[in-house]
DNA sequence: CTGAAAGCGCTTACAG
DNA sequence: CTGAAAGCGCTTACAG
């Protein structure tokens, strides 16, 4: 068996109060008796049992995250800032990682069972009695890349912003026809980056033609699709915008394959600014997004909310994005 | 307060016992019974309190996953592959995330305080005394890509032979003189590559002039330092094998700023076969790994030590690798 | 098939 | 500053 807190203080001559009272160092205890307890649970080994603990202060120290099956960077720059924040208050990241639009409710069971102090949620489309019933469990949710209502926290990044600047900066080269590959529509961002996108063109009254825009899901492979379609337009967009990178570094595929040059024959532009935008051939011009920080600030504030026992100020955080030129627009 | 198993058998005119029998659904409970309990567990929205039935059955059914903070698709395949592998079992994934090289203890905290029921350790590098400690709070220990004498479980793809098989193909272009751009030398994977250059080398009468290696650590950016260095050789190499795609595409960058072309006049190949190396130009040659299955087979052989409560079979498992031929080692 | 009781390993008022 | 006792929410022999 393992030890215990009883062999501790048997150990050290003490009460398990005593040793309960060193171990989380809370209470006053005479230096002496601390440092026989310390001794002891040095000499055996000891660890308190993060369960047991848990169990009676009703917090587990553990996070938990929520995130769509994707392998991207731009997800993991998430996760790697949710998981500094998190390991920076000593706390332990639970991570399910959800199918996008399978809607099986058995992921978040770990979650509803009081293993988490709160719940970070990344683009990952909630529903409505899912999220009320982890408030009903009164686990604090913080939603990242996704709104959902007033009441509950969320932090995004300015996707609308971020798409008006770089159709700003498309139209500066003088492009008129533009497309659009969306991405998956399940998730809020790439409506916003649409709407940016529409806003901008019609600030200089331009419209987007509907059937310029060819729907993506911001995978692997899927601007391949996308592109093939308004590839057979006619005429073609003089400019292609993606919803995120990994679609746009689909589309140059097709592009090339079709004997056309970017941006020469069709300028491209993509989103994110993942470190693919910048290896491939011409590097592709795009649209920052700060996501470890989005991460990192999300974790903080849910930590704060669960130690605050009162929700955080501000509740709505829209972190700035960044346009990034590179040569894919038609630049140098 | 929240709902607890009390509430459930009072509403249901049973003892907690019965409760608990028919949650767990093991022992013969009268089916009437079990629908009165079922009902009232309905009607009051009660879920068993993950951590009070841990404590008690010893099992938290999570699994810890320790792996080095880097932000990579080699590095999340494998996640991925846990992931699936963990929460097809119904259990849930505690994530560490460790640097390199900082040697601190404290994040293994959390894992030896009762939380995991086992651990899966990716590229870590642990300790033998971390290890050792792991083993007398008897939390079986699974190491992916690396490997810690015989007693320890593992699962590693065929680093060697993958690199033979690469290796040869460049021999067949012709090429005589080699570089290599080494990850970090903290873990094995590395190494393994190296000594299959080596040997393959060696089988043609070839040997690899210390001088010709070039120290990176598998991020992104340090392939840029190795190539400068490399570049500054006379003569210059006539083939670059890059411990991983990452660095190979730095590499790449490197060659064609300095005005050369590849694979022209320089060669160049990578490991692991991730999605940027089908993106750049030319694409890259490299040698697959399966990583999704790695980290599946890892989780899987976990969950297994810890139903059996014995070792599995076998103990050490060296997954094929394959050689993937695209461009930049002078094909097509 | 079911209930009363002990126990998992801790923390935390409550006394002293 | 320290200890005895209750309790966190479950499971599981043990009786019946």
Redesign the pocket.
């Known amino acids: 068996?393992?030890v215990?807190?009883?062999d501790v203080a048997e150990r050290a001559g003490?009460?398990?109060?005593?040793v309960?009272?060193v171990?989380?160092g809370?209470?006053?205890?005479?230096p002496?008796?601390?440092r026989r307890v310390q001794a002891a649970v040095d000499s055996l080994g000891?660890?308190?049992?993060a369960l047991?603990?848990a169990?009676?202060?009703r917090r587990s120290e553990m996070v938990g995250l929520i995130i769509p099956k994707v392998n991207d960077p731009f997800h993991f720059e998430i996760v790697r800032g949710v998981e500094d924040a998190v390991s920076l208050s000593n706390h332990s990241l639970l991570i399910v990682s959800q199918t996008r639009n399978d809607g099986e409710e058995r992921n978040l069971v770990p979650f509803q069972r009081g293993l988490v102090d709160a719940i970070i949620a990344v683009a990952v489309d909630l529903s409505r009695a899912e999220m009320a019933d982890l408030e009903k469990r009164n686990v604090p949710l913080v939603l990242v890349q996704q709104t959902e209502g007033e009441d509950i926290p969320s932090f995004v990044t300015d996707n609308y912003g971020g798409a008006c600047q770089l159709t700003e900066h498309l139209l500066d080269h003088g492009y008129q026809r533009f497309a659009y590959i969306s991405g998956s529509n399940l998730t809020c961002d790439s409506a916003e980056r649409l709407r940016g996108l529409r806003d901008s063109l019609a600030g200089r009254g331009l419209a987007l033609d509907d059937r310029y825009i060819a729907p993506g899901d911001y995978l692997r492979g899927s601007g391949y699709e996308a592109m093939q379609r308004l590839l057979a337009l006619d005429p073609l967009p003089d400019v292609v915008f993606a919803a995120n990178d990994q679609m746009a570094s689909d589309a140059l595929l097709v592009i090339n394959e079709y004997g056309l040059r970017v941006p020469e024959d069709i300028a491209i532009a993509g989103f994110d600014d993942v470190p693919l935008a910048s290896y491939i051939t011409p590097a592709l011009t795009t649209v920052h997004q700060p996501t470890y920080e989005l991460g990192f600030q999300a974790a903080q504030a849910a930590l704060n909310i669960v130690k605050e026992e009162k929700p955080i100020e501000p509740m709505h955080v829209v972190l700035p994005t960044r346009l990034v030129v590179r040569r894919s627009c038609g630049c140098h």
């Open positions: 068996m393992s215990t807190i009883f003490v009460s398990i109060s005593t309960s009272r171990l989380n809370r209470d006053r205890v005479n002496d008796t601390a000891f660890r308190q049992n047991a603990r169990l009676v202060t």
